[in-house]
């Protein structure tokens, strides 16, 4: 594991703090796989996540430097690629929920990270944006992980126009849940986390997964699906509270 991101195991969360905060907490590919590699591994062992980046940024999106490719074959730039998608399947994969406390900046790959969070929550200060057009980079990557989250014309606003939102208008796309005053993020966060907790694991991780996959089906089969698992996660003898 790098430095540049904080783990802490705190009984039943996972706490992940991005740590770059002298580059607005920039992400660079290894940081990606590892984030990638904590969801889909270690979150397993706890019932939720909190993200957060230190510092006064969340994330200003991917480290700068990267190494050109010496081939411009196809296959070889879709394989430099890959840790990006890998991270934000990862968001969509680990079965637990996923809290995010977005302060500042939200650029580009915080953008998405913000999205994809289950939970957002964003300080009044926080700023969100997908520059890449205007930086003359076709933005697919970033979209790839909005699809799912924002409607079609808030998708094509962020991305044509570049423009950078507020949180009041982030919490109208779809990318930010509430918004909260600078002074009470941290405690705000916790009470969130307090309360998924106080629900049954069971029903917490069946939420996930119904939300995870429901959301592509027709409506007949998202009601049968409906059907389906709460049978089954109502029926667990771990539903009943202790």
């Keep these: 594991m790098t430095q540049d991101i904080i783990v ?4 039943d969360i996972l706490r992940i703090t991005l740590n770059r ?3 607005g907490n920039a992400v660079s590919d290894e940081m990606a796989g590892e984030l990638a590699d904590l969801l889909g591994v270690k979150a397993r062992d706890f019932r939720l996540v909190a993200l957060r980046g230190k510092g006064d940024d969340f994330c200003v999106g991917r480290a700068s430097g990267r190494p050109r490719l010496a081939s411009p074959e196809a296959l070889h730039r879709r394989r430099s690629t890959e840790v990006i998608f890998n991270c934000y399947g990862a968001f969509r994969e680990t079965p637990v929920p996923v809290v995010g406390l977005v302060q500042g900046k939200a650029l580009g790959f915080g953008c998405s990270i913000a999205a994809l969070c289950d939970v957002t ?22 979209m790839s992980s909005l699809v799912d989250r924002l ?8 991305v044509y126009t570049s423009a950078a939102i507020t949180p009041e208008r982030a919490l ?14 941290d ?11 106080r629900a049954p694991p069971p029903a917490t991780l ?3 997964e119904y939300l995870r996959t429901a959301m592509d089906m027709d409506v007949r089969g998202a009601v049968d699906y409906a059907r389906n ?4 996660i109502n029926s667990s003898s771990e539903m009943k509270r202790k």
């Design 121 to 142: 929550i964003a300080t009044e200060d926080a700023m969100f944006q997908i520059p890449e057009m205007s930086h003359g980079t076709m933005p697919t990557m970033v």
């Design 229 to 232: 698992i709460h049978a089954t």
């Design 172 to 185: 109208s796309f779809g990318i930010v849940s509430d918004i909260v005053r600078p002074d009470r993020a």
């Design 8 to 11: 802490e195991e705190d009984g």
């Design 151 to 158: 409607p079609r014309k808030a998708i094509s606003h962020l």
């Design 206 to 208: 069946g939420v996930k």
């Design 187 to 197: 405690a705000y966060l916790e009470e969130t986390c307090a309360a998924i907790l």
């Design 21 to 23: 905060p002298e580059t």
